[in-house]
């Protein structure tokens, strides 16, 4: 088994924080996005989206997408659990993980591939050109994002962690979003205390150091 | 336990057809948005985010989210399995679920609401105004929904179903962006054979009258 990754991107360190909670390494192969090595021929061998992370399984299977990436790495390591035990607590990880993922985490990806100019031409993910950026998309995006905000904080006002009482995926995909809006200078309001408490409790874990 | 269900809406449609699939039912409650129902004050004690569908549970938690409350069917009603049953087939249901909703879900959404006048003012879902439509949007996701159909084409010529042997979720994902996708009169290119053998077996299963 190995990872196709790269440590300075928000999806790959999705799984790479997931790793760092489970307490488990998997070889690694770099795929420098930077320097647009996801649209190599070998690379589109094992991903034709063109997109990192991706699990590449001893069978020659190769799972794309960062959560069902992680939701593998859950069946084959169940602790610590991140992904719920009954019904209803993996339902609401669910949720609010694809709610960070829908109103931020989209967001901040919009803002950044709208406005920087290494995405020239390549205003949509997996796709080396011919999509050009759209700049009414950065100001829809940090709209977005101060609605991301005030639901999370109102959310972290009720409970301790994302999905509830305890550390889940959906703290991941949330942490992960936060950090990554801070590099196109989005933060969040000095008012969202509860977000603010979360955060500071999300961030003293070992596994932030992957983000 | 009841749905908050809109029947001409297609996250709506994606859990009706899970439920026909699963051959169960349950009490519903019609959310009109196209009168924007989803902006009372007594749905939003419901979800704040104004959208629809929520499961509601006897105990009174709301369940937001499509692929949550399919998740939380599936555990309630296992029989037939529409997530995958071992690791593997589990992810690979998962990315290709998410796949068919970033690549092709998501593009259709854009370029409804980014050109009907329906949702002047309205370019992102759950936010009652003042969003402004983006014009540009709309050809993207033209763009992007022929790299969809390439896409899916492609791999239904190497299987039956989406995600493999086994029909799933992706499936249900899968036919109801390409129903979605009809509306903004964005069809799959005859040339791809695959996508219209697979789609004129799904279109013929019961489940597909609840799209």
Redesign the interface.
Known sequence: MKLYDFKVAPNPQRVNMFLAEKGVQIPTVEINTRERAQFSDSFKAVN??SQVPV?E?DDG?C???T???C??LE??HPEPVLFGS???E???I??WS??AEF?GY?AAADMLRNSSPAFEDR??PG?PG???Q?A??VE?GR??MG?FFA?FD?RLGAVRFVAGDSFSVADITTFVTIRFAARVEVEPPAACANLARWFGEVEARPSAAAV
Chains 1, 2 share one sequence.
Request: glycine share 4%; aromatic share 2%; charged share 30%.
């Open positions: 034709p989206a699990l399984l299977t799972i794309a997408e959560m069902a990436i939701r593998y069946e084959l009954e019904a209803k993996k339902a609401l669910e949720m694809r709610r109103m989209l205003g949509l796709v011919g999509v050009p759209i009414e998309l829809r709209n977005a609605r639901h109102e």
